[in-house]
C-alpha cells in the first residue's frame, strides 16, 4: 500500500466524509425557516491579541491608585484628554467615541477586572486558554467557539452551522468539529475560479485527499456568498496588518482613507469588521464568526495619551463602527465580544509601557446587547489588592460571561456549556441578563 | 527505507522538486540529503548590495536627525520632511532582501539547509510589522541565523538575543534597571519582554518551571543589552550590538537556580550558555524539529533520539540535522504535511522556472497567511499539518496556479504529462496522473498538478 493509500484511509476516519461528498456541499441554511422563527442572533468574537491594556481603555479614573501607579501613562481625570464618564469610578478612553455613543444608548456593556482561568504570564499559554476554553493550560485540540456551533439547537436548519473565521489561518477558538468557512482578499482580483476546473480537482481530491476537497469546497462557496466584486472591493485590505500596507502609497490611495483618529494606520482593522459584518449579515451567510487584531503587547512607549494606544484604540473604534454599519438591521440581533489572553502590569514599568499581567477588561457591544453598564466588582489597585503585588486582581470569571451570552443569545443549553463548550465549570454560573 | 523515500528527499527535506531532481538523487535519497550538511557555509548569501544592520539604522539616525533639525527651523521645509520619512526605505531594502531570499530558495543547491534556516528564522521570530525591524528583517537572518544553523546552538542563541533587530522587537533597547545609573537620573527600568520570551520560546519553555522571579531577574541581568548610538562627529560608528554599562542593573541575581556574579555582559552571556545546556531546551528543539520535518504527532523514538544528540553533542545543530534525516522514522511516516506559503510558493518557481517581482511575491504571501517575515507573535508561525489548508488559503491557492500555470513557458507548455512526470516521476498517484491527461487545456493540467495533493504535502 502506498503511503497516499494509507492516509485517504486514515483521513476517512477522521473526517467522515464519503469522498467525493466534498464537492458538494452547499450552504446549509433555510432563511425563510430561521426567519419565521423570529429571531436570526449573530456572535462574533474579536479576539486582541497581545494583552490589552483594559486599565487604558475603561480608565479606573476614579480608583484613588490609578494616578500613582500610572504616572505618564495615566488619563487626567477631567480636563484636555480627559475621557469620557462611564459611570463615577471609570472613563472610555476618549479615542473611542463611536463607542461611546452606543454606551449612551444602550448598546455597549463594559465588564472590568475580568479574567481566563489562567493565572501566568505567557501569551502563548494564555491565549490557548482564552480559546479553548478549558479550565488551564492543558492539551488543546479546538476551541470553545467551534464547540458551541455543534451544540446550536437546529432551529430548522437542515445541516449544521458553519462557523466564520477571518484570515487564511483559523485561530484555535475556531477550530474543532464544526465546519469553519474562513475568508481573506483574493491574491488576483481578475482572475475567477473556473468551476469546471474546481470540478475536475474535486474529483482528484475525493479520490487521493478528501480533506484538502472539504477545504477547496468551503473556500470556493464563501467566495459565492461574498458576491461579485469582492474581490476588487478588499484586494487593498491589509490582512490585518498593523503597519501600512508594503504596496504602498499606491495602494493606500486606492481605499478609502478614514478620516478618524487612527487614520489610514489602522484601515485593515476596518476592511476585516467590514467583511465579516457583510458575511453576517447576507440571508445564507453564517451566523457565528472570530476576527483577531493583534499587537497589543505594549511594553515599550506605549501612549496611552496620544501614541500607540491611543492610535489603535482609535482604529479598533472605527471597526466597531464598521461593524455596526455594515450588519445593518442585523445589528439589533448581533452581539459582539472583544477579549483578550490578560491584562497589564498596574504600574507602569521602566520604558513607559506594562508588562504582562493577569486581570482586564472584556466589551460586549451590538444590538442586542443591554448595555450602558460597567460590570465589574472592583478590587481596587491599592498595593494590598493587587494581584502578586502587581496586577489587577481578577474577580470575574471570563467563562461566567461567555457562558450567559451561548445560553441566552444562542440558545445553548446549560448541560452542554458546562459539560462540553466550557469543561468543568459547572460551579460557575453564566452570568444572567446581558442582553436586552 | 519507504518507497516514497525520493519525494521525501525533494519535499520533507527540501522545496520541492525541480524538472531534474529525481536523476540528482539516484538511489539513496539520504546520501543526497546528508551531502547538504557538508558545506557548513552553504547557507549563507555573499551579496554585496544587500547593507548590513547597522548601514541600515546608522542611516535612519542620520535622517531622523535631519528631519528634526528642519522641522525646528523657522520655515520647515515639508516636502523635504516628508521625503525624509523612514518607511520607503525600509520598505525597499525590505523588498531588496525578500528578492534575495527567494532567490536563494529557488536556486539553492543544498534545499535541506535552506529549510533549516527557515525553521531558525522561525523559531527565532521577530517581526517586520514593529517600525525599523522590517528595514533589518532581512539582515537579521542573514547576519544571525544563517551562519549558524550548521554550528552550536549555544553560537546562534547569543547571535540573535544580541542582534539589534531583537533587541528592538522585544523592546530590551531601552530596558535599563532601576539602579543603574541611567535608570536613576531618568527614573526609568526594566522591561521583561526579552527575559520571558528567551525563556518561553528560544531555549527551556514553561515546563522547566521558572517563577515570575526568575523572568524578573534575567530582565534585570540583560540591562544595558542594547544598541551602539551613532556618533560620526564623535567618530563612534553605531548601530551595532552595544553592552551599554551606565543602563545595567548592578547586582548578582538567580536564574532557575543559578546565581550569576559575573560582571557587565557576561553576566547575561552566562545565562544564555546554561539555557543553551538545559535538558528541557534540548527536549523543545527536539520535539519543534520532529514537528516541522516530520507530523504533528511524530515517532516519539525521533524526538528522542534528536534531544539525545542535542545533549551529547552540547547543541551541535548538524549534528542534530544529521540525526534527524539517519533517522528510520524520519523517512517512514507519510507526508501528512501542508506546505506552508513561502516554501509553496518556491515549489512553484522551482517547477515551473517562475520569477515573479519581489512585491508580487510579498502581496501572494499575505494573502496565504504568511506575510515575509511578520508572524502574528514572538512564537512564529504555526506548524501543524493542516493549519496552512485553510478554505479561502485553499482556494487562493487555486487562483494563484492558475495564474501561475498561464505564465509557465517552455517546457511545461509543451506537454503536462511529460512535465509531471519529470517532477515526480513514479511518485505521482494515478489519480493525479490520469486528471492531468484529461485535462481540457495546458493551463488546466498544470493548475491540476500544481494543486495535487503531491505538489501541497510533504
Redesign the interface.
Known sequence: M???E??LLTRRRVLQVAAGGAALSFWPYVPAVAKSAGRDPRLLVVVL??GLDGLSVAVPVGDPDYQRLRRELALPKSGEGAGFALDGTFALHPSMAFLRKLYEQKQATVLHAVASPYR??????GQDVLESGLGG?GAVKDGWLNRALTKLPDAGRVTPQKGL?I????PLIMRGPAD?????????RH?D??P???E??Q???A???P??GQ?????????RVAGPGSGAAMASG???????S???MQDAAARPAPKKRGGRRYASFIDTAARAAKFLSSADGPRVGVL?Y??W?T??NEGVLNGQLANKLGGLDAAIKALHDGLGPAWDQSVILFVTEFGRTAET?????T??GTATMALMTGGAVRGGRVIADWPGLSERSLY?GRDLAPTLDLRAVTKGLLQDHLGIPAGALARDIFPDSGALRPMADLLA | MSQDAQLHAIRRFGLGPRPDALRDIGRDPRAYVLAQLDRPDAAEIRDEALPPTHEVLQFEQRRNQKRRALRKSDAPDEEEIKRLRPGPIRRRVYLEETAARVHQAVTTATPFVERLVLFWSNHFAVSARKGIVRGVVGAFEREAIRPHVLGRFADLLRAVEQHPAMLIYLDNRRSMGANSRAGQRRRRGHNENLAREILELHTVTETAGYTQADVTNFAKIITGWSIAPHRPDRGREGGTFRFLAHMHEPGDFEVLGTTYDQRGVRAGEAVLEDLARHPATADHIARKLAVHFVSDTPPAELVEKLAATFRETDGDLAAVSRALVTHKAAWAAPAEKVTPPFPYLVGIMRALDLQPRPREVVRLLRTLGQPLWAPPTPKGWPDGDMDWAGPAALRERLRIAGRAARRARGAPRQDPRSFADALFGPHLTDPTRIAIARAETVEQGLQLLIMSPEFQRR
Open positions: 502506498s503511503c497516499q494509507d492516509r491579541r497581545g501566568g504570564r505567557s501569551h502563548f499559554d493550560v473565521s484570515g487564511a489561518v483559523t469553519v468557512v474562513t475568508w481573506t482578499p483574493p491574491a488576483y482572475i475560479i473556473d469546471a476546473t474546481v475536475r480537482l474529483d482528484l481530491y479520490q487521493t485527499d480533506e484538502l477545504a477547496l469546497a468551503d473556500g470556493v462557496e464563501l467566495d491589509d490582512q490585518m496588518m498593523s503597519e501600512p508594503m504596496m504602498g483577531s493583534s499587537g503587547d511594553h515599550f514599568n521602566g520604558t513607559r509601557g508588562d504582562h502578586e
